[in-house]
């Protein structure tokens, strides 16, 4: 028996170095009153579930240019960091947020609800502070009308006037005709002084109808979001009859900025002062008196989450350029679960399937192929928890793959035994050359599997990926539990026991 | 402990037109369909948009399909999952597949009020990014299907490698065939089980070629084709065997593995079978037929 004790050693010292790796894993999963400190230092050490699996989304965001000079690179990094900074100030639990070649920036959320996160991150949060020239509409709107009129020869068009409704004490508009009032804008674009230009308040209902301010604004901007030194959402003040029950952000500028909000203040008493978040006007508030402290606040209909949101946006700072979601993959965290299951389930029945065949077929030999199938996929959950992998739906197809073709070189070997004893060798021999010849087949067998399992690591794409890691790590394993282990146990039993005829 | 076959001894070889003939007339009939009808491609190659959707009450593909006409998107595919008629998939290729996906969820809160819906799924892929995944994807393919046919040349003869590379050839374009008969979409874990069974079949022409290897040295005095032949019987049960373990595993993930997973493991279950098939029917007898028209002296 050649060095069997060194052998025995070199298994047994394996399986204690996997008892070590997956424990954490195991405790991880199935530990009761765990506290937050040790999930998160015991996930460190333990195998993830990748997005497809505990629910969550992955977006891929593309920097839309459109509009933009700059240097690309430039603005992805401060695009990068800003979505950081949103998401580190949201909460999650641990995110990914990467920048991938092509100026693009990927973003894996496990866990959060889809709407709310897209908002977070999409959102530009490009607030400005504008002075609102009511004084001017009359004469603006009619020279526009008088625009329509004379410049269509059918002059069956219908006057700017005519979409114009009170809301309020302020012009409005119905929400159904917001396209055409905004084509008829930009038509219309050279009439309007360059000074000034009309943006849309948000939708609210008046009267039983979905309507929308609409505001003439100075174009310049007297202050702008990068002048905010803080934002926190708060509930509305109660002498805010119209808001009561909702929240808003209260603003607070750094000094310089305070100093000119108070002299902009201080010059416009009784005119209005829009706040305009990205286009949209949030609020239009009567300047009373001149404000000196440097605070200001941004009320409307806000729920507490929106408020929140929206504070966190404007302190993370605005995006340098809008960005748009090229790739998503968002599953709901009720399919993960079923996944989850469902997986488990297969991979459970597989196991049992084949363990079942393997000792109706062998009997004892087979007994010991289930026992290096046990091992293979011991050693491979090992592996996986060694590098806190992530485990992908796929993954798991990965694992019940490697169940069933890990048996192969098991099978390999027995046909081997077999065919040595059926010309007469003994068994001791009979063992040593199955094990001998058959091990260069299935090094070669498993050596092309595992070349496609690296191109499928390397080339495929997000949960692809996980299949091809599972996959590969089983194969690797295979080769030490279906080879060298059963080899072991094998040389073991027949020492031992000193047996003359194997039954195989 | 149990034997298949007891000795087997079937004369593949001598048979072996049959073999090409049923292979000629599958990949035939598949190429056809791969050409005629096309592969359903799904939105990772197209671009486009995939909503999984599970109403509170059921609903029929009718009802839906009329919903989705509404925006102009009747052609979209709705596939129905399970039997209670709650819960669908709705997929459809899409220029702005974001602003698709928006549509769809306001049609259906339009249409059904009353009816609670949760999205269980999403995924938009711009039709740019699906551009570059199916190039990727290719030159993935196309490196695979190298560096094996270089492993097999540098360990086996090189008739062996491109017998092998055939019979690799064969399995996928069945399989694609398929796909496309079924109308299965073919999506990029499609492309990740189509590798896979390349990577089986190969495993399955190496335990082959290698036995045949074997034997050649030993039965000097013997015709190839006696050769190819006992190489072959000698690992018919290993074939039957390991073929059954794998197919049992997948027919469990296919059954059992849930809606996700079902697409790659239908592609491997079909790759498998015929995997099997080539591995005991195509490579051998390819070589064999090398040898007759080409014959080369024994060492």
Redo the contacts between chains.
């Keep these: 028996m050649r060095n069997i004790g060194l052998r025995m050693g070199i298994v047994i010292f394996a399986i204690l170095l996997g008892i070590y790796t997956i424990y954490p894993t195991i405790r991880l999963y199935t530990g009761k009153n765990l506290s937050k400190n040790e999930e998160i230092a015991l996930s460190k050490r333990a195998i993830h579930l990748g997005l ?1 699996l505990k629910g969550g989304m992955h977006l ?1 965001l593309e920097i839309d240019t459109t509009n933009i000079k700059e240097m690309p690179q430039d603005l992805r990094d401060r695009a990068f960091e800003i979505i950081q900074n949103r998401i580190d100030e949201f909460g999650v639990y641990e995110p990914v947020i990467e920048k991938h070649s092509g100026g693009r920036i990927l973003v894996q959320l496990p866990g959060v609800d ?1 709407d709310r996160a897209i908002n977070l991150i999409e959102k530009v949060a490009h607030l400005e502070f504008k002075i609102v020239v009511d004084e001017r509409v009359p004469d603006v709107i009619e020279k526009i009308d008088r625009f329509l009129q004379g410049g269509d020869t059918l002059a069956f068009e219908e006057p700017f006037s005519s979409y114009i409704i009170g809301v309020e004490r302020d012009m409005g508009i119905d929400v159904r005709d917001e396209d055409s009032v905004k084509a008829l804008l930009a038509r219309t674009e050279e009439v309007i002084p360059q000074n000034l230009h009309f943006l849309f308040g948000t939708k609210e209902v008046y009267q039983g109808r979905e309507v929308k301010k609409l505001y003439l604004l100075k174009r310049e901007a007297e202050l702008t979001g990068e002048t905010i030194r803080d934002a926190r959402h708060q509930p509305s003040s109660g002498q805010d009859l119209q808001h009561l029950g909702s929240w808003q952000i209260s603003l607070e500028f750094k000094r310089e900025a305070a100093r000119k909000f108070a002299s902009i203040t201080g010059k416009n008493i009784n005119k209005r002062l829009a706040i305009v978040l990205d286009d949209i006007v949030q609020s239009a508030p009567y300047i009373q008196e001149r404000i000196p402290h440097g605070k200001a606040s941004i009320t409307g209909n806000f729920t507490a989450e929106e408020a929140r949101d929206l504070a966190i946006v404007l302190r993370a700072g605005a995006l340098p350029a809008p960005l ?9 965290p ?2 993960g679960r ?2 989850i ?3 488990i ?3 459970l ?2 196991s049992a ?2 363990i079942l ?2 000792l ?4 004892l030999a087979g007994f010991v192929a289930n026992i290096a199938l046990f091992l293979n996929f011991f050693f491979l959950i090992a592996v996986l928890s060694a590098f806190s992998a992530s485990l992908t ?2 993954g ?2 990965g694992i ?2 490697t ?3 890990a ?2 070189a098991n ?2 070997i027995f ?1 081997r035994i ?2 040595e004893l059926k010309i007469g060798k003994t068994t001791r021999t009979a063992i040593d050359q199955g094990f001998g ?1 058959a091990w ?2 299935i090094f ?6 595992i ?3 690296v ?2 690591f ?4 997000g ?2 990926k996980g ?2 890691l599972t ?1 590969t790590i089983g194969l690797v394993a295979n080769l030490f539990s279906a080879v060298f282990i059963s080899k072991v146990i094998f040389n073991y039993f027949t020492y031992k026991f000193d047996i003359h005829t194997l ?2 | ?3 298949i076959i007891k000795n087997p001894n079937i004369d593949f070889i001598g048979k072996r037109k049959y073999g090409f003939i049923f292979s000629a007339v599958i990949i035939t009939i598949a190429l056809l369909l791969i050409f005629i009808k096309g592969p359903n491609f799904g939105i ?1 190659f197209t671009g486009g948009t995939l909503l ?1 959707i ?1 109403f509170s009450n059921p609903v029929t593909t009718a009802d839906l399909r009329n919903s989705l006409a509404r925006i102009g998107k009747e052609r979209s595919i709705i596939q129905s999952l399970g039997n209670e008629k709650k819960e669908y998939i709705i997929r459809a290729a899409a220029e702005k597949p ?1 602003e698709f996906a928006k549509a769809v969820k306001k049609i259906l809160s339009t249409d059904f009020p009353d009816n609670k819906r ?9 039709p ?2 699906g551009k570059e ?1 199916l190039t ?2 290719l ?2 393919v196309f ?2 299907l190298v ?2 046919l270089g ?2 040349s540098f ?1 086996f003869d090189y008739r062996f490698g491109i017998a092998a590379v055939i019979a690799l050839f064969h399995d996928a374009i069945f399989t694609i065939g398929v796909l496309v008969l079924v109308q299965r979409e073919f999506s ?2 499609v ?2 089980a189509l ?2 069974i ?3 079949s ?3 022409s ?2 082959i070629s ?2 045949i290897r ?1 034997k050649h040295k030993k039965m000097r005095k013997e015709s190839y084709n006696v050769v190819l032949n006992t190489g072959l019987n ?2 018919l ?2 074939t039957i ?2 073929s ?7 027919l ?2 296919l ?4 809606s ?2 079902a697409d ?2 239908f592609t ?1 279950l079909i790759g498998f079978i015929i995997g099997t098939y080539s591995s005991i029917f195509i490579l051998a007898n390819i070589v064999s037929l090398w040898q007759e028209k080409f014959p080369k002296k024994k060492k």
């Design positions: 497809d891929v889809r748009k979601i090229v790739e998503e993959r968002t599953v709901g009720s399919l079923d996944s299951i469902s997986g389930r297969a991979v029945i597989a399937l084949v065949f393997m109706i077929y062998y009997s739906m796929p798991i197809a019940a793959l169940i069933g073709m048996v192969d099978v390999l046909e077999r065919e010849r260069i087949t070669d067998s498993n050596v092309t599997t070349i496609i399992g191109i499928l390397i080339f495929g794409s949960p692809i299949f091809a996959l039954r195989i | 402990m149990i034997e990772d999984q599970k974001v949760e999205i269980l799924r999403e995924e938009t892929v711009e740019k990014i995944l990727k994807t030159w993935s490196l695979a560096l094996i492993y097999v360990r990029i874990v492309v990740g590798l896979t390349i990577g089986y190969i495993n399955d190496i335990v290698d036995r074997e000698e690992v049960p290993r065997l390991t059954s373990t794998t197919l049992l595993a997948v469990a993930l059954i059992f593995g849930g996700v997973i790659f493991a491997l």
